[in-house]
């Protein structure tokens, strides 16, 4: 009989262990105080300078190589993004996992509460599980490897600025950083369990409508009034939901001045977004045609400015990312979910850059509100479930 190498029992052990949820290696206690703290880091878009500074001190302590890109020079803000690196004990792919370190408004001064098992906030702010709740994770995941000595391959960590404004951060990535095989981003909802693989592209149109301004009372006929103009335009502009994959949306509005000028000027900002490049195309193209034509026929000028944010992503069921993501599912007795999703995130980026990368349910609820919750058994589940990933890769290599 054949001798097993001692690595092999000792994944055998490690699979029963990580098969109950890794509840005997994770750290519950430090995981949640961990989160804790990192949701008191204020990180608005923008300002994630203190986040790198406390996140480039947790990642150093853990014995990871930490450089922070220059992704600051374009964005205009306090930092760039932030990349960790752990060489691997066994050979296998190199995983990358993602998060992003910006959260939206009104995102300082978070106070978080825990009770019965639920973290929430006090009251006037956002939590920020989204997406601190995947930074506390894959922190906790990585202690855990290097406490109890475990085999892992070589390891990524890119912790985004900007998620929130536009995936800017993702967009101005330093990839030569990069030898990532397959990646795994932490920022969507859904429980643990979710896989998402695809998404859609999305244009952002912004309109301005140059009527004429004039007296409202005393010489109306010469003006040209751009909120009628503009109101025209959206009534006659298929919105909501096109089809299965496809949508439109005209969100914001701004102009006029007083209510005894004919307005002049009126800003119309929209979206669209679809599964299928060329969809999202067609319906950008018609509502810029129905605002030009509109101010065609009523004599008033329109600047438009339409900027694709991102492209739409469709990884393969049958990739090794998704199988890879699936078998650690069942591994720790998740339901895997495959699904696709009508928002976007920093996968989008990864993806059109060539690393093959899902985007998985970190269970994080109400999120961009201030009732925004996460549950703690959850936020254990999502720490056993990147564990899992990692070790799945490392016991097929
Ligand atoms: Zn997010
Ligand atoms: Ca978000």
């Known amino acids: 009989m054949e001798t097993l190498p001692y690595y092999v029992f000792f994944m055998l052990i490690l699979s029963e262990v990580i098969a109950k949820g890794g509840i005997t290696l994770i750290n519950e206690k430090r995981l949640v105080s961990v989160f804790m703290e990192l949701v008191q880091v204020d990180s608005e878009s923008g300002h994630e300078g203190q986040m790198v500074e406390t996140l480039k001190n947790k990642l150093t302590g853990l014995g990871m190589e930490v450089f922070i890109d220059d992704a600051a020079k374009q964005t205009g803000t306090e930092t760039g993004n932030l990349i960790a690196r752990m060489n691997g004990n066994v050979n296998g792919p190199t995983l990358m996992f993602c998060a992003h370190m910006d959260t939206i408004k009104p995102g300082c001064g978070i106070e978080p509460v825990l009770e019965n098992g639920i973290i929430r906030t006090a009251g006037n702010t956002v939590l920020g599980a989204d997406d601190k709740a995947g930074i506390a994770a894959v922190i906790e995941a990585v202690t855990v490897l290097q406490e109890a000595k475990l085999l892992h391959g070589n390891l990524e960590l890119v912790f985004t600025i900007c998620e929130e404004t536009g995936l800017s951060g993702a967009k101005n990535l330093d990839f030569s950083r990069l030898v990532a095989d397959m990646g795994f981003v932490l920022d969507c909802d859904g429980p643990p369990g979710t896989i998402v693989n695809k998404g859609p592209s999305q244009d952002k149109i912004k309109a301005e409508v140059l009527g004429k301004a004039a007296h409202a009372g005393i010489n109306p006929e010469d003006g040209i009034n751009a909120i009628q103009v503009a109101s025209r ?78 492209p739409a992503m469709h990884v393969p069921e049958d990739a090794s990312v998704v199988k890879l993501a699936v078998r650690a599912a069942e591994q720790i007795g998740l339901d895997p979910i495959i699904r696709g999703t009508g928002g976007g995130s920093d996968t989008h980026i990864f993806n059109d850059h060539g690393i093959p990368c899902v985007n998985l349910g970190i269970a994080m609820q109400k999120v961009h509100t201030i009732d925004e919750f996460i549950r703690v058994e959850d936020l254990s589940a999502v720490t056993s479930y990147v564990l899992a990933i990692i070790h799945e890769a490392a016991r097929e290599a």
């Open 233 to 310: 335009a959206v009534v006659n502009m298929q919105l909501g939901r096109i089809d299965e994959e496809t949508t439109v949306n005209i969100g914001l509005i701004s102009g006029g001045v007083a209510i005894n000028v004919v307005p002049d000027r009126v800003t119309l900002q929209g979206e669209t977004r679809s599964l299928q490049d060329e969809k999202r195309v067609v319906q950008t193209r018609l509502i810029c045609d129905t605002l030009k034509e509109t101010a065609r026929e009523s004599g008033a000028r329109l600047i438009l400015d339409v900027n694709t944010i991102y």
